[in-house]
């Protein structure tokens, strides 16, 4: 388990705190169609922190080529038809270039500024050059808005209960999943990032936004920067 990080409840839990049977359980929202409307028809994804393929797999359904990389065996195990690489995201390198690159889930926000700069240059490292690489980021009150609770259509309840402070602009958040049957709960260290200081973190790595593709901000399409000359 990484520092910072833990998880509870049953089944197999990744380093990063996450619950292999609760992410198998939870409902995919409307990720698929914001995916599908901002990249070509039949792109080739690369799915960076795929899971168990809770997006992954609506993706294949929409007639995407996928490849789902995760450091996770367990999580890799449930996903079906697709390319499956065991990896961490800031040392992955394939050699290859996507039409997509895609960091969801909140990734970018990660605590650790040089992990968050190690997965933004594999995006830039394997975009095509006229590709895209579609980021998730928190909303604006993500940190601020605690406690708060929603019910899924998939009849669990999800809370995220506190955001405490760490230092160096980190919080360490912890959120429930409570089931009828089960309940687990996961805390993860994430550092809030204005636009701007996520627009100079894509800058740091060659990427910059072409487009904020959802009203709230929460999803990006980026590509890589213009070269000058």
């Given amino acids: ?22 992410y198998a359980r939870l409902t995919v929202g409307a990720e698929p169609d914001v995916i599908e409307a901002a990249v070509p028809a039949g792109a ?8 168990v393929g809770r997006v992954t797999h609506p993706l294949l359904e929409r007639g995407f080529t996928v ?19 065991r990896s961490t995201i800031e040392g992955l390198d394939l050699g290859e270039k996507f039409d997509v690159v895609m960091l969801a889930s909140f990734l970018v926000h990660t605590g650790d500024a040089e992990v968050r700069r190690g997965m ?18 928190e909303g604006a009150d993500y940190h601020t808005e605690v406690p708060r609770e929603r019910v ?29 049957d089960a309940t687990w709960t996961q805390t993860f ?27 709230d901000g929460t999803w990006v399409r980026a590509v890589p920067a213009a070269q000058p000359g």
């Fill in 152 to 180: 899924d259509p998939g009849g669990y309840t999800v809370r995220i209960v506190s955001a405490e402070p760490v230092g160096d602009g980190v919080n360490s958040v912890r959120a429930e999943y409570e089931f009828p």
């Fill in 1 to 22: 388990m990484r520092e910072g990080y833990e998880g509870t409840g049953p089944g197999a839990i990744t380093p990063d705190g996450c619950a292999v049977e609760l």
């Fill in 120 to 137: 933004l240059r594999t995006c830039a490292a394997h975009v095509a050059d006229d590709g895209c690489v579609l980021i998730q980021r």
């Fill in 44 to 51: 080739r994804i690369l799915e960076l922190g795929s899971g």
């Fill in 67 to 85: 490849t789902a990389v995760d450091e996770s065996a367990e999580m890799l195990a449930r996903v079906r038809g697709a390319r499956t690489i």
């Fill in 189 to 215: 260290l994430a550092r809030p990032l204005t636009r701007a200081q996520f627009e100079e973190a894509l800058a740091e790595t060659g990427l910059e936004v072409a487009e904020y593709l959802t009203e």
